[in-house]
């Protein structure tokens, strides 16, 4: 680690205050190794801007603010796991449209229809157009993008993956898999991926959530002033 970043530490409110010695220089102590110690393990958990903003309530007094953005974190990878289970199960009724191999039914849309549709903005499809997740129909004449049943139902598929924040990397092998042969194995496992990162996430808050634990409550032991990191 630079000494200029241990100084973006200081001045962003990471670290508390370092004190100055006679001839100018800031003088770390305990406090600040603990503190950088908390921040480093917060910040895999719960993202180094969240992570920043415990950091600053705790150095000013405000254990209840630090708190409530730890809550907050934890509600929020909570609703990511409902939106995780409601995805599977939305997606798995429309991949069982490619198994069943029933021809799909619809009007073909241009692309500003099917974006109102989905709710989205022209410019994302175009975008996954160019990843080459999607590809459209030109019209004769005016070359405007139509989009058929089958493209409309892909489109449905990538927007909820995206919902998920899954990668285009991802989504392009689900969406091979079920045009090929109907096979949902990579869906599967897409789906998997996503719920064990969230595990991990939670595993990284609760080891963020310790350290976090450790320095707010050290200054409330006699003689002790600096957690030290427990075995992640």
Do not use: C
């Amino acid at each position: 680690m630079s000494t200029q970043l241990v100084r973006n530490y200081e001045a962003d409110g990471i670290l508390p205050p370092a004190p100055r010695s006679a001839t100018g220089y800031r003088q770390y102590g305990a406090e600040h190794v603990a503190a950088l110690l908390t921040y480093r393990a917060l910040a895999p958990g719960f993202g180094a801007e969240t992570a920043t903003e415990i950091m600053r309530a705790v150095h000013n007094g405000d254990e209840a603010l630090a708190y409530r953005l730890v809550d907050a974190a934890h509600a929020v990878l909570h609703e990511q796991r409902l939106a995780t289970d409601a995805a599977s199960e939305a997606l798995a009724a429309l991949a069982a449209e490619y198994v069943d191999e029933q021809p799909v039914n619809g009007p073909s849309l241009l692309v500003g229809e099917l974006a109102h549709r989905l709710g989205i903005r022209p410019s994302a499809l175009r975008v996954w157009e160019s990843a080459g997740l999607l590809k459209p129909t030109r019209e004769p004449g005016t070359k405007y993008r139509r989009y058929g049943p089958e493209e409309v139902r892909d489109a449905r598929i990538i927007h909820m993956l995206r919902q998920g924040r899954y990668y285009f990397e991802q989504i392009k092998p689900v969406l091979d898999g079920l045009r090929r042969t109907g096979s949902t194995e990579a869906l599967r496992t897409a789906i998997a991926e996503r719920r064990a990162a969230h595990d991990r996430q939670t595993k990284a808050m609760l080891y963020g959530a310790a350290m976090l634990h450790e320095l707010i409550t050290a200054g409330e032991r006699p003689g002790e002033s600096a957690p030290t990191a427990p075995a992640p």
